[in-house]
């Protein structure tokens, strides 16, 4: 199975233009013989905390927004599932939300980022409680969100649910950022016996410069996909794991 992660700078707020390129990248991802393409963190509305916190009924959405409609349809046309990070909805507040659309377009879960950052996300975000699980192909996937891959307990959960990939929607910046990437990620690869997942912006994102260099691990830790880090870029990884078709999660 191919496993793409989209490099992405998003448009501050512009959920129909971010999507309308997104689903353009889920176009692409097919056409290079992906099964699956993972987007960054929040990359629907861009890392814009406090405007989407102050605004949630405007930029927050569901599963089935019409909004997300492009986005749907481009999973259907294509036969490529696809792991949309935005803002989402919860009867207690706005949430950094992971929606998963299969290769028909149907959800098959969404995810809760769980570990909100006490300095920006906390105060504007409510934290998921659950992990997140799919099947697609017979091959069973766990999500994470950023900050949650610094809590090697997550991915642990993960392998000893039958995983064998983590699939992460981040957002890295210049600096300390890439090295902070490059400690956390092939250790829970390797640590866990897992294919592991980076999609990271790139450019302006929110009060950030981010780093790109998106990538793809193998369960040894070694990259086996990496982005630029001045660019988008779809970057596609073969793994070991089967190809799809879909089973809710």
Not at 172 to 195: H, K, Q, T, W
């Amino acid at each position: 199975m191919i496993i793409a992660a989209a490099q992405f700078t998003a448009r501050p707020l512009d959920v129909t233009a971010n999507v309308a390129r997104m689903a353009a990248v889920v176009t692409e991802a097919g056409e290079r013989g992906a099964a699956l393409v993972v987007f960054p963190e929040l990359a629907v509305t861009g890392y814009e905390l406090a405007a989407v916190a102050a605004d949630p009924d405007r930029l927050a959405v569901d599963p089935d927004d019409p909004r997300l409609g492009p986005l749907r349809d481009a999973c259907r046309a294509a036969g490529v599932a696809a792991v949309v990070n935005c803002a989402g909805r919860l009867p207690a507040g706005p949430t950094i939300s992971s929606f998963v659309y299969g290769p028909d377009g149907a959800p098959l879960t969404r995810y809760e980022k769980q570990h909100v950052t006490a300095a920006e996300e906390a105060a504007g975000f409510v934290a998921g409680t659950r992990d997140g699980r799919f099947t697609l192909g017979g091959v069973a996937f766990g999500l994470a969100i950023c900050f949650d891959a610094h809590f090697p307990d997550l991915a642990a959960r993960a392998a000893a649910d039958g995983c064998s990939v983590l699939l992460a929607s981040s957002l890295y910046g210049r600096g300390g950022g890439a090295a902070e990437r490059m400690a956390v990620f092939p250790s829970l690869a390797r640590d866990n016996g897992l294919y592991v997942v980076l999609a990271n912006h790139v450019g302006p994102a929110g009060p950030y410069d981010a780093c790109g260099l998106s990538a793809v691990w193998g369960p040894d830790g070694e990259v086996l996909a990496e982005g630029p880090g001045d660019d988008t870029a779809l970057v596609p990884a073969r793994t070991g794991v089967r190809a799809p078709g879909a089973v809710a999660g």
